[in-house]
């Protein structure tokens, strides 16, 4: 009976053991999973993170073409910022002298790593005074700033001819 009693300490070691070694190998399975579930989220979220500063830029590029448009040329002029502060928006009453009548959005190419983007837009627009109808190709700018996590025009206002 002593020897029946021994052999089975020692089957249910070595049973032990199996399932020790088992359990470990599923626990080294699940930690790799673990981490690379961990990094595709890293890498998920760096990607929706620069989807959604897209998604600001966008927002503000028709913001500031619609701002022209309605004449909410306060609300234009607050989204341009220089990134030299030295440098001073220019005088925008001559705005009042002429009408958007349609812009477009030809392409904006950003570079959201490095926080920039050009923008090419075509105004279409009235001179008030003549009833000229003309059009324009304007080179907008854009800027990332970190510490406000928005999007500043770097340009100035549009070069409207208003005679």
């Known amino acids: 009976m002593l020897e029946f009693a021994k052999k089975n300490e020692l089957i249910g070691v070595t049973r032990l053991k199996i399932g020790l070694n088992m359990n470990l190998s599923a626990v080294m399975k699940n930690k790799k999973n673990w981490?690379?579930?961990?990094?595709?989220?890293?890498?998920?979220?760096?990607h929706?993170?620069?989807?959604?500063?897209?998604?600001?830029?966008?927002?503000?590029?028709k913001t500031f073409m619609k701002a022209l448009r309605?004449?909410?040329?306060?609300?234009?002029?607050?989204?341009?910022?220089?990134?030299?502060?030295?440098?001073?928006?220019?005088d925008i009453n001559y705005l009042d002298k002429v009408?958007?009548?349609?812009?477009?959005?030809?392409?904006?190419?950003?570079?959201i790593e490095k926080g920039e983007a050009i923008a090419y837009v075509i105004f279409e627009y009235t001179q008030n005074e003549t009833g000229r109808?003309?059009?324009?190709?304007?080179?907008?700018?854009?800027?990332?700033?970190?510490?406000?996590?928005q999007w500043f025009l770097a340009s100035d206002m549009p070069d409207f001819k208003t005679e």
């Open 70 to 90: 309605w004449k909410s040329y306060e609300t234009a002029a607050s989204m341009i910022r220089f990134k030299n502060p030295s440098r001073r928006l220019g």
């Open 133 to 149: 109808f003309l059009t324009l190709k304007y080179t907008q700018n854009w800027w990332f700033d970190k510490e406000s996590r």
């Open 48 to 61: 929706l993170k620069d989807q959604k500063k897209y998604e600001h830029l966008e927002a503000k590029q």
């Open 35 to 46: 981490l690379l579930m961990a990094f595709i989220m890293l890498v998920g979220c760096a």
């Open 99 to 111: 009408t958007v009548t349609s812009y477009e959005l030809i392409t904006s190419v950003p570079d």
